[in-house]
């Protein structure tokens, strides 16, 4: 492949997690064989990576080729189209590595007409940072992580609700870096009384994801730690309209059915692209049960618990037959001093 | 290690190569654990990597953090110093990853005076990019890497010259590669004769290095094919002071000694940062004997060839003790496709 295109991709990856309903984007302008502009899609709204890097190339970008992690664009959404700056900008070249699947109308023709080459050089790695943005935006739903951390026989906690803590302390900054990545993190009120956690990020320069409750009944307790920081955004889902709440950072959402697809449009909508699951058997299971959950991490101690079958992390009300129970693949297999973390994708 | 000092460190690597006698750099602005702005040195008298991401974040640097691959330099050069700009913009807290032991004074305290917190976070990864521009820098030399295409019994060509080909074609590729990364290849003019070579970077987007030839006699065909490429100047070193060309992209330096030394001072005053020396067993000898070679890149095909000496790529008139032979640490050893790629540091 392009070193080139390889740049691009490296620099979309970088902004990973911060683009919120946009895809992280990376482009580099190259002339006579010299990097003359980088840039990458900072945040929503902001400029379009290829604009960065144009921007920073000025003239010198004239006659030369942009590599672009994603097909540059052809609408009016926040920002103009990429591919008249692209035109405007003189530029000769123009390799992109993955398709814009979710484009009304795609730029290779316009391009071609303005005496732009143009390549789509597929990548599969690319692909992978892609492909549940194509998925979520014709949806109009988040991307969805769910973690789940636990023994190797499958238990979020012991029978008697204990489960400070399961996985080690590595795993615990691995966590950290999970949030980073995602825009907001979700989990229900039966958590949230026991564990009575923060859901914050504390990595150096981290960013504190939203965190949103699924309470339908709302029976919640706010003088529970999670409602002391109120550095970032609270986001209350309830079915119940009685529910209110004084504290400035808390917004109360009451759906009439909070089923997991109404919650998802609704966060979709104010602006969440990554979502993360971090919640107790129940919500947890809603979500592997709904077609909604795109990844699945699992976090296994080198434990086993025990008991009688409270707080497995899969719980059904239906017994499914063998050939009928959720299927993952395997993505990604890694040791974390001792723990195992598995990134799977439902089949 | 932090992941934004990381994407500083990878960024400079993405310009290793085109900064000439100035080191490659890369830096990222964080504010609110939000990538903010991204710069790299992309040419030496161009902006240094902070003012480039300082640029790209504005006024979102304010209150932010800035990583970079290098200590930011505190004295006017071709730019004024980073540390005004660092100050300037508002910055709180810089974090560098190489101590750059070329500066007269360093900024640590002035920045810390401004109120900015500065750390200093060894990076070894990044180390190995500037070791090599610390030491030349100092001596006033490119960085020199020789690179040597024999076969496993260390001969170039067989004892009737004949050297084409015995590597195959994807160490080929990889040599543009190198030629793409150094902003010149020095070779002597017995290759030229022999191997009519041309010296160009045949990637994508690939920029051909400066072409030096060494001919201590000036007995120079100029009808061999390196003269008709005059994209790239070429530098002719030579003892000669009649030797003269018209060719319009061709420079004749006459030097009274054209040692080693005396040729690598002269092509670092004129902006050589880095040296690719491709040449046959006299050249490449005498630089295997001096204390300027950086790094030694040998390809090996998997053939003998035998004959009695002749284009062995190392040759002396001395006879060292086993104990005072040139010795080398493996820095990285590579399949390339059924041919291997050995990276080797002179110890």
Known sequence: MSQFLNYAIQLAKMVEGQTGTNPPVGAVVVKQGRIVGIGAHLQKGDKHAE????????????????????????????????????????IQKVVYAVKDTTLKTHGDDVLQQSGIQVEFRHQPEAESLYRDFFITKRQSVPKVTVKVSCSLDGKQATDEAQSKWITNKAVKKDVFHLRHDHDAVLTGRGTLKEDNPQYTTRIEDGKHPIRVILSKSGQIDFNLDIFQNQSEPIWVYTENSKLKSDIENVEINCLSNCSIENILKDLHEKGIGRLLVEAGPTVTSEFLQSNYTNELILYYAPKIIGGSGNYQFFQTENIFDLSEVPHFEIVNSQMIEQNIKLTLRKK
Chains 1, 2 share one sequence.
């Open 51 to 90: 604009v960065q890097a144009l921007d920073m190339a000025g003239e010198q970008a004239q006659g030369g080729s942009i590599y672009v992690s994603l097909e540059p664009c052809t609408h009016y959404g926040s920002t103009p189209p990429c591919i008249n700056k692209i035109i405007s900008a003189g």
